[in-house]
C-alpha cells in the first residue's frame, strides 16, 4: 500500500484548505523526505488528516462525532480529510468531512460523513461510516491499530512494541502480523475437547436409563399372547352368529312395519283427493277457458280503443277555445317587441363616436401611465443605489483602516527613506469629501453636490499614484519576501541557539547527576557483598539441616514399614506358625499400641524451616541481583553522561564556527555568551519585524484610500442619475394629470369597452325576445292547425272500429257456446291467472305421482315379508341373542386390551435393544472422538489461547527478530536483538562491545531504544502480515535523541529504502534534519494559531 496524496482542510492550525502530493519526483528520487517545524506548528495533524480519512479517528482523538470534534480549527465552520491511497487491487480515495450548522463557527456540530470510492471512476464504494473502515480493511489488509504499527508510528507510540511486557506484546503481534487465528484455534480445541467429554457423559447417562425385560419375560409373554390369538377367533365367530340372528329378527320387524305405513299412507291419499275434486273440476274448466282466450283479448281490445278514441275528441273540443285566445295574444306581443329593437339600435349609432373618442384617451393615459411607472421604478432603483453607495461611503469613511502602532511604524519607515507624501493626509481630504457627498440628496435644489467634488478626488488618486511610485523604489517594499526570509533565517539561529543553550544546562544537571550515581554505584555494591556473606550463611545452614532431615526421613520410613504390618498381625493365632518367619509366638499381637506420630510431625517442622531458609536464600539471590542491575543501570548512566558531555563539546565547537563566540570560554561563562548572541538576534528579527509591520501598513493605508476614491467616485455617478430620474418623472406626472382632466368631462369614469359592450347586449336582448316571441306565435298555430286534423281522424276511425267490433263480439259468442259456456259472463269467471294454473296442475301431478308410488312400495313389502318368512334364521329369540352378544363381546375386548398391552411390552422391548445397540455405538465412537480431542488439547488447547498462540507467535517473533536485525545493523554493528529461550515472547540485546553481554532492552538509553524501535518498526512493516506490500512508512519525532553519528545512520537506513520502492515520511523538529534530507516540507507557525506549509507537492487551494 502506498499514500499517493493528502488533502486537508481546517485541520487544528492548518487553517485552509491544504493539498499534499507524494508522487512527485523529489520524493520518487530521494525516497525520504521530512516535515519539520517548531513544536506546535501542526506537522504531526498532516499524520492526522491521513488516519482521519481512512479510519475516522486519529491517534490523539479516539473519538470524533456529532458530540465532539478537537481537531476543527476552531475559526471555522467545517474540516475534512482525504487521502488517495494505491493497492493491489487498484487506486481509491477515502473523504471523511464535517460541518457545523449554519455554516458558523459556533454552529452545532452536524453528523460527519465518510466515504470510499475509486479514484480512477469515481465510483462510491460506500458512505457508511461503520463500513468505510472495514473496507478499508478488505482493500488494505490493514485496520486501525495494525495501520499505527506497521505503516504510521505516531507520537508517543515508537517504542510501544519495544517497551511491552509479553502478555502486552502478544495481542500487538496478533494485530500486526495477523497470528490471532492460533489464539482462536486454541481456545476452540479446549471448548471442543469440553463439548466432546460432555457429550460422552450424555451418552453413558442416556444409557443407563434404557430399561430392557429378562429373556424369560418376553418369553412369557410371547406364549401368552398365542393363547390369546385362538380365544379371540372362537369369540369373534359367536359374534358373529348373533349378530346374524338378531338381524333377521330385525328385518322381520322392518318389513311388517313397512307395510302397515303404506296402508296408512293409501287411506290419507283417499282422503286427500275427496278434498281436491272441486279445485281439479276448475282446473278442467279453465283449461277449455284458455283455448278461447285469444279472441276474447281482440273484443276487449277494440273495445278499450273505441272508448279512448271517444275521449280524446271530446277532450280537444273542450282545449280549442282557448287555444285560439293564446294565438291573438302572441301576435301582439310580436309587434311590442319590433318596436323596443329599433329603440335599441337607434341609441346604440348615437353613442359610437363618443365612444371612439374617450377610447383614443384612454391610450394615451395607459401609455402615459406605462413610461411614468417606469420612470418611477428607475427613480427607486436609483434611490436604492445612491442609498446603498452612501451608506457604504460612511462605513469606508469612519472605519479606522489601521492601529496608531501601525500608522506610527509607517510614518517612521517614510521618514527613514526620505518621503514627505502621507497615505494619511490624503485620506483625510477624503473623508470630508465623502461626508460632503452622503450628507447630499436627490432632488433637493439646498442639498445638492459641490461643483469642486469630482476634481477633488481626481487629484486625490493621483497623489495616490505618485506615493505608490514612489515607494515601489524600496528594495523591502517591492519584494517583502527577502525580509521574511531574512527573518526566518534568525528565527533558525534562535532555534540553534536555544538548543546549545539547552545543552549547556544539561551541563550542570550531569554534573549532580554524576556524583549520585557514583555514590549510589558504592552503595549498591556494598550491600551486594553483604547479602552475599548472609546468604553463604543461610546456604550453609540449610546443607545441615538437610542432612539432619534426611535421616530422620529414613527413621519414618522404617516404622512405617512395622506399621504396615498390622493387618497381617491381626491374623496370627496362638501356637500357629507364623507365614513370613515361622515363629509360633507372636509379641506383637498383644501389643496393639500405634505407631506413634511424634517423629512424623518433628519432620514436617524440619522440612518447614528448610524451606524457610529456601525462600530466604532466594530472597537474598533476588535483592543481590537487583542491587548489581541497579549498580549496572548506574554504571551505564553515568557512561551516558559522559557521552553527552562529548556531544555537548561538540555541539560548542560547532556554535562557535556559527556565531561569535569564544571557543576557550570556561563553562559558567558560556550561557551568558550564549545569551549576548540571541540577544543580538532577537535585535535584528525585531528591525525586521518592525519594516515588516511598517510595509504592511502601508499597503493597508493605500489599499483603503484607493477603495475610498473608488466609493466616492461611484457615489457621484449614482447621485448624478437619481437627479436625472427626478426631473423626468415630474414631467410624466404633469402629462398624466392632463389627460386625466379631459377625459373625466368627455366621458367620466365610465368605462368605453364596457358601455359598448352593455349597448350590444341590449339589442342582442331585444332581437333574441322578438325571435322567441315569432316562434311562440307560429308554435300555437299550427298546434291549433294540428288538433283540428286529429279530431276528423278520431271520428272517422270511432266509425270503422264499431263494425269491426260487432263482427268481433258475434264471432267470440258463437265460439263460448260451442265450448260448453252459458255466455261472456261464464266464460270470464271460468278464466284462472297463469299462477292459479301452475298450483293447480302441481297439485293434481303430485296426487297422481303418490298413487303410483304407494302402490309400488305395497307390493314391494309383500314380496319381501314372503320370502323372509320362507327363510328361518335361527330358533332362539332376539332377547336372548342380545344377551348371548354382550358377554361374548366384553370378553372379546378384555381379550384384545390384554393383547395390545402385550403387543406394546414387546414392541417397547424391540425399541429399546435397538436403542442400546445403537447407544453403545454411539458411545464406542464418541470414546474414540473423545481421546482424540483429549490428545489434540494437551498439545495445543488452552482456556485462554495462550498455549498455540505463543508456540506460534514466538515463530513469527523469532522471524521478525532476523529481519529487524538486518535493519539494525545498517545503523548501529553494536547491539544484536535476540529472543528468550524460555520465554519466546521476551526480548533482549546482545552487547557486542562488552564482550557479547546480554541486555535487557529496559536498560537501553533513548538515543538506542530509538535505534531499536526503528528497527522493529522497519521489520514489521517489512512482514505486514504477510498480506500487503507496504511502501509508506511514517514516523513521528523521536530523533531528537540521536547523537550526530547516529542520526546519520538511521537516515541512511531509511533511505536505502528507496531500493524497495518505499516512501518514508520523517516528522521532526530536530533542525539537522534539514541538512541531511533533501525533501523537506516545512510547517511554519503565523499569529492567531494558524501555519502554512511549504515544499514539493504542497497545494494551498483558493477557499
Given amino acids: 500500500m502506498r499514500i499517493r496524496k493528502v488533502r486537508l482542510k481546517n485541520l487544528n492550525s492548518l487553517a485552509g484548505d491544504w493539498e499534499f502530493d507524494l508522487t512527485g519526483e523529489a520524493f520518487s528520487a530521494d525516497g525520504i523526505f521530512a516535515i519539520t517545524g517548531p513544536t506546535g506548528s501542526g506537522k504531526t495533524t498532516i499524520l492526522d488528516a491521513i488516519c482521519l480519512a481512512l479510519y475516522g479517528c486519529t491517534p490523539r482523538l479516539k473519538t470524533i462525532s456529532k458530540s465532539t470534534n478537537e481537531i476543527m480549527h476552531r475559526r471555522a465552520a467545517d474540516c475534512s480529510a482525504e487521502v488517495e491511497i494505491a493497492t493491489a487491487g487498484g487506486v481509491y480515495r477515502c473523504t471523511w468531512a464535517q460541518e457545523r450548522a449554519r455554516g458558523k463557527p459556533d454552529g452545532a456540530l452536524q453528523t460527519p460523513h465518510h466515504e470510499i470510492a475509486d479514484a480512477i471512476s469515481g465510483d462510491i464504494l460506500t458512505t457508511r461510516k461503520r463500513e468505510v473502515p472495514k473496507r478499508v480493511e478488505e482493500l488494505t489488509g490493514m485496520d486501525y491499530d495494525r495501520f499505527t504499527r506497521s505503516v504510521m508510528l505516531a507520537q508517543g507510540d515508537f517504542a510501544a512494541f519495544l517497551n511491552a511486557s509479553p502478555d502486552e506484546r502478544s495481542p500487538l503481534l496478533e494485530q500486526i502480523t495477523g497470528t490471532e487465528i492460533y489464539s482462536r484455534i486454541s481456545v476452540a480445541v479446549h471448548l471442543r475437547r469440553r463439548e466432546e467429554q460432555e457429550i460422552f457423559k450424555v451418552l453413558e447417562a442416556e444409557s443407563s436409563g434404557i430399561n430392557l425385560l429378562p429373556d424369560e419375560e418376553v418369553t412369557r409373554l410371547r406364549e401368552e399372547k398365542v393363547t390369546l390369538v385362538e ?469 493597508d493605508q493605500a489599499r483603503s484610500t484607493e477603495n475610498l476614491i473608488h466609493y466616492c467616485q461611484q457615489a457621484i455617478q449614482i447621485f448624478g442619475a437619481a437627479e436625472h430620474c427626478t426631473g423626468r418623472t415630474t414631467l410624466l406626472r404633469s402629462d398624466l394629470e392632463h389627460l386625466r382632466d379631459k377625459r373625466q368631462n368627455l366621458f367620466g369614469d365610465i368605462n368605453p369597452d364596457e358601455a359598448e359592450r352593455q349597448s350590444g347586449r341590449i339589442i342582442q336582448e331585444k332581437d333574441a325576445a322578438l325571435k322567441i316571441a315569432q316562434e311562440h306565435h307560429q308554435n300555437i298555430l299550427e298546434a291549433n292547425a294540428n288538433l283540428d286534423g286529429k279530431i276528423q281522424t278520431l271520428r272517422v276511425a270511432i266509425q270503422t272500429q264499431g263494425k269491426e267490433l260487432e263482427e268481433a263480439e258475434h264471432q267470440f259468442e258463437e265460439a263460448v257456446c260451442s265450448a260448453g259456456f252459458l255466455g261472456e259472463g261464464d266464460f270470464t269467471a271460468a278464466l284462472l291467472s297463469p299462477e292459479e294454473t301452475a298450483v293447480l296442475r302441481s297439485e293434481r301431478d303430485r296426487l297422481e305421482r303418490r298413487q303410483a308410488g304407494l302402490a309400488a312400495r305395497h307390493a314391494t313389502a309383500q314380496r319381501e315379508a314372503e320370502a323372509h318368512h320362507a327363510s328361518a334364521g335361527t330358533q332362539k329369540d332376539e332377547e336372548t341373542l342380545t344377551e348371548e352378544l354382550s358377554a361374548l363381546t366384553t370378553a372379546e375386548q378384555e381379550s384384545n386390551t390384554r393383547r395390545g398391552e402385550i403387543r406394546q411390552q414387546l414392541r417397547r422391548q424391540k425399541e429399546e435393544a435397538a436403542r442400546y445397540a445403537e447407544q453403545e455405538t454411539r458411545i464406542a465412537a464418541q470414546r474414540t472422538e473423545t481421546g482424540r480431542w483429549d490428545e489434540l488439547h494437551a498439545l495445543i488447547g488452552s482456556a485462554d489461547g495462550k498455549k498455540f498462540r505463543n508456540f506460534a507467535q514466538g515463530l513469527t517473533f523469532a522471524v521478525m527478530i532476523t529481519s529487524a536485525n538486518r535493519q539494525l545493523q545498517g545503523m548501529s554493528d553494536r547491539y544484536i536483538l535476540i529472543q528468550n529461550p524460555d520465554l519466546p515472547l521476551e526480548l533482549a540485546v546482545t552487547d557486542n562491545y562488552q564482550g557479547g553481554t546480554v541486555r535487557s532492552t529496559r536498560n537501553l538509553s533513548g538515543g538506542e531504544s530509538f535505534l531499536v524501535s526503528l528497527a522493529l518498526a522497519l521489520g514489521l512493516a517489512s512482514m505486514a502480515s504477510g498480506k500487503i506490500k507496504v511502501d509508506s512508512l511514517f514516523l513521528d519525532e523521536g530523533f531528537g535523541t540521536l547523537d550526530g553519528d547516529a542520526l546519520e545512520m538511521a537516515l541512511s537506513t531509511l533511505s536505502s529504502l528507496r531500493d524497495q520502492g518505499k516512501i518514508i515520511g520523517v516528522i521532526s523538529h530536530v533542525p539537522a534534519l534539514n541538512e541531511r534530507i533533501g525533501t523537506v516540507i516545512r510547517v511554519k507557525k503565523e499569529s492567531g494559531g494558524r501555519s502554512t506549509v511549504k515544499g514539493p507537492g504542497v497545494i494551498r487551494h483558493a477557499a
Avoid at 438 to 453: K, N, S, Y
Avoid at 678 to 689: F, G, M, P
Fill in 231 to 699: 380365544n379371540g377367533d372362537k369369540l369373534q365367530r359367536g359374534i358373529c352368529q348373533c349378530r346374524t340372528g338378531i338381524a333377521w329378527h330385525q328385518e322381520g320387524a322392518r318389513i311388517s312395519h313397512t307395510i302397515a305405513e303404506t296402508e296408512q299412507e293409501e287411506a290419507d291419499l283417499t282422503e286427500e283427493r275427496a278434498a281436491a275434486k272441486e279445485r281439479l273440476i276448475r282446473l278442467r274448466r279453465g283449461e277449455v277457458a284458455a283455448t278461447q282466450e285469444g279472441p276474447y283479448r281482440r273484443v276487449t281490445t277494440l273495445r278499450e280503443r273505441q272508448e279512448n278514441d271517444k275521449t280524446s275528441i271530446i277532450r280537444i273540443e273542450t282545449e280549442l277555445p282557448e287555444r285560439i285566445a293564446a294565438a291573438r295574444k302572441a301576435e301582439a306581443v310580436v309587434s311590442s317587441e319590433e318596436v323596443n329593437l329599433r329603440n335599441a339600435q337607434k341609441q346604440a349609432e348615437q353613442a359610437a363616436p363618443v365612444i371612439r373618442e374617450v377610447r383614443a384617451l384612454d391610450l394615451q393615459m395607459q401609455s402615459a401611465r406605462d413610461h411614468l411607472h417606469d420612470r418611477l421604478r428607475e427613480q427607486e432603483r436609483a434611490e436604492r443605489d445612491w442609498d446603498t453607495a452612501r451608506k457604504e461611503l460612511s462605513k469606508t469613511a469612519e472605519a479606522d483602516f489601521i492601529t496608531p502602532a501601525a500608522a506610527e511604524k509607517s510614518e517612521l519607515f517614510l521618514k527613514e527613506h526620505g518621503i514627505t507624501e502621507s497615505p494619511d493626509t490624503i485620506y483625510l481630504t477624503l473623508t470630508t469629501i465623502a461626508k460632503e457627498i452622503a450628507d447630499a440628496v436627490p432632488g433637493d435644489a439646498l442639498r445638492l453636490l459641490p461643483p469642486e467634488t469630482t476634481k477633488t478626488c481626481t487629484i486625490a488618486e493621483e497623489q495616490v499614484i505618485s506615493l505608490e511610485r514612489t515607494l515601489a523604489d524600496i528594495p523591502w517594499y517591492r519584494d517583502p519576501d527577502t525580509l521574511r526570509e531574512k527573518t526566518t533565517v534568525c528565527q533558525e539561529k534562535i532555534t540553534r541557539l536555544n538548543s546549545l543553550l539547552d545543552r549547556l544546562r544539561d551541563g550542570a544537571d550531569d554534573a549532580l547527576r554524576s556524583s549520585e550515581l557514583t555514590e549510589r554505584i558504592r552503595e549498591k555494591k556494598q550491600e551486594a557483598v553483604q547479602y552475599q556473606k548472609t546468604g553463604e550463611e543461610c546456604g550453609q545452614q540449610r546443607e545441615t539441616r538437610e542432612r539432619l532431615a534426611d535421616q530422620m526421613e529414613k527413621n519414618c520410613r522404617l516404622a512405617a514399614r512395622v506399621h504396615d504390618l498390622e493387618e497381617e498381625r491381626s491374623h496370627l493365632e496362638a501356637g500357629k506358625p507364623c507365614p513370613l518367619c515361622g515363629a509360633t509366638i507372636h509379641p506383637y499381637v498383644m501389643d496393639t499400641a500405634t505407631l506413634p506420630r511424634a517423629a512424623e510431625e518433628e519432620l514436617r517442622q524440619e522440612r518447614a524451616t528448610i524451606e524457610t531458609i529456601r525462600e530466604k536464600e532466594a530472597f537474598l539471590l533476588s535483592v543481590i541481583a537487583r542491587s548489581e542491575s541497579e549498580a549496572e543501570a548506574a554504571e551505564e548512566g553515568l557512561n551516558a553522561i559522559r557521552e553527552r558531555a562529548i556531544h555537548r563539546g561538540e555541539a560548542w565547537t560547532e556554535g562557535c564556527r556559527e556565531f561569535p563566540l569564544d571557543l576557550n570560554l570556561n563553562t559558567p561563562n558560556r550561557e551568558e555568551a550564549v545569551h549576548v548572541a540571541l540577544s543580538a538576534v532577537s535585535q535584528t528579527i525585531e528591525r525586521c519585524n518592525a519594516a515588516d509591520t511598517a510595509i504592511r501598513a502601508l499597503k
